[in-house]
């Protein structure tokens, strides 16, 4: 028995239900973390006058597509609420970055390593640092077109 209410019940497709709570959805009888939603896309249509819905949620690589919900309301406030959801946790991640930058610390035989972050964070880190030493080596003119290209273009244009 579910002892917390759904924020949302939407019928889609032929009569199958899916349920939002505040940090998973339900569709198919599986349940998908909220945590893990990286993108929402909302579609409407209005075929022979009858208005329809279709939510693609993604969640890393996964892609759940709720296609043919008729209540649109639901399903505006559905997609509302895993945008302010997917934007809010968005900004948390930037800060955990921008956090993660500024506490490095140096842990023996482990250079630059970071205390108290996760791998992923770290990861991102390593990504951010690697991509600001790459734009500094760039020229002016060229912005953020790879040096080769940039040299390639300028020699093929003379």
């Not at 239900?17 to 896309?41: K, M, S």
């Not at 842990?107 to 951010?128: F, H, N, S, W, Y």
């Not at 600001?132 to 020699?155: C, D, E, K, T, Y």
Request: proline share 3%.
């Amino acid at each position: 028995m579910q002892s917390e209410s759904p924020i949302a019940t939407c019928t889609y497709g032929w009569g199958r239900v899916f349920r939002l709570y505040n940090d998973y959805l339900e569709a198919n009888g599986a349940r998908h973390a909220l945590n893990d939603l990286t993108h929402v896309r909302q579609i409407y249509r209005n075929v022979m006058g009858i208005p329809s819905a279709r939510l693609e949620l993604y969640f890393g690589e996964k892609k759940l597509v709720l296609a043919g919900i008729a209540e649109i309301e639901d399903a505006q406030k559905t997609a509302a609420f895993l945008t302010t959801r997917l934007n809010a946790s968005h900004t948390t991640q930037q800060e955990e970055l921008a956090q993660a930058v500024t506490e490095e610390v140096e842990i023996p035989g482990r250079k630059g390593m970071l205390r108290d972050q996760c791998e992923r964070t770290r990861a991102r880190v390593r990504i951010e640092r690697f991509r600001q030493r790459w734009l500094q080596g760039q020229p002016n003119v060229a912005g953020s077109i790879p040096r080769i290209l940039w040299q390639a273009f300028q020699f093929s244009v003379w």
